[in-house]
């Protein structure tokens, strides 16, 4: 099992590009979450899907778009960047249907820089 | 809202103890605790169900207090190993997690 992978590992983007960061997962996981990670600030998530056709928005959702079309794959659209963008992304996994009871598993993250 | 970790970082020598707060103003159902090492992916350390149970990974060992809506973590003895920051994440009724500001712990030889 390769886990969650993402793709990307580093982007480049000028303002105003959109981009897709790539999120896949081969353990069969019903949620699926998406988390940005900026000095000081920890994990925060950004969007979150609990089953293939289902997501809901974090606490900083602004500037993203998610769709889970699959189970294994749950993709991150920027659709205009912006250099408050610039972060690292972190996709991270869960057996259950929520997070509340079983482990997260995370991708080993993209970084993103927006000039 | 983001559970409120304390203190923000700690710097030990080995073989010291050391003690990691969370706290949340929402009503949880659970609390995990991961580690992060520099330049790598969170790492998933323990959960703790609704219940008060307290768990132990090693010399590393948490508590979840559901009334008061808060979690520690323990480290004791701690070894070069330990260093890394800590996040508590915390899941609600709506299931998502949320994690806090993080803990950087230094142990120093």
């Known amino acids: 099992n390769a886990g969650v992978t993402q793709t990307p590992k580093f982007q480049v983007l000028k303002t105003g590009q959109s981009m897709t960061l790539q999120c896949a997962q081969d353990?069969?996981?019903?949620?699926m979450s998406w988390y940005r990670q900026d000095p000081g600030m920890g994990l925060r998530l950004i969007h979150y899907s609990v089953g293939a056709g289902i997501t809901d928005q974090g606490e900083v959702p602004n500037g993203y778009n998610v769709s889970r079309s699959t189970t294994e794959d749950f993709p991150l659209r920027l659709l205009s960047a912006a250099p408050s963008q610039t972060s690292v992304y972190f996709c991270a996994s869960s057996y259950s249907r929520t997070a509340m009871n079983t482990e997260a598993f995370f991708g080993q993250g993209t970084r993103l820089t927006v000039v | 809202q983001q559970p409120v970790q304390s203190p923000q970082a700690v710097i030990l020598r080995e073989g010291e103890d050391a003690v990691i707060n969370c706290s949340s103003s929402k009503a949880l159902y659970s609390v995990h605790w991961y580690r992060q090492k520099h330049g790598e992916a969170p790492v998933f350390l323990m959960i703790l169900l609704k219940g008060g149970e307290q768990k132990g990974h090693d010399k590393i060992s948490a508590s979840f207090n559901e009334k008061k809506q808060q979690s520690s973590l323990y480290l004791t003895a701690s070894q070069l190993s330990y260093s890394g920051t800590y996040f508590c994440?915390?899941?609600?009724?709506?299931?998502?997690?949320?994690f806090g500001q993080g803990t950087t712990l230094q142990v120093k030889p």
């Open positions: 353990m069969n996981h019903e949620y």
């Open positions: 994440g915390t899941a609600d009724v709506t299931g998502k997690l949320i």
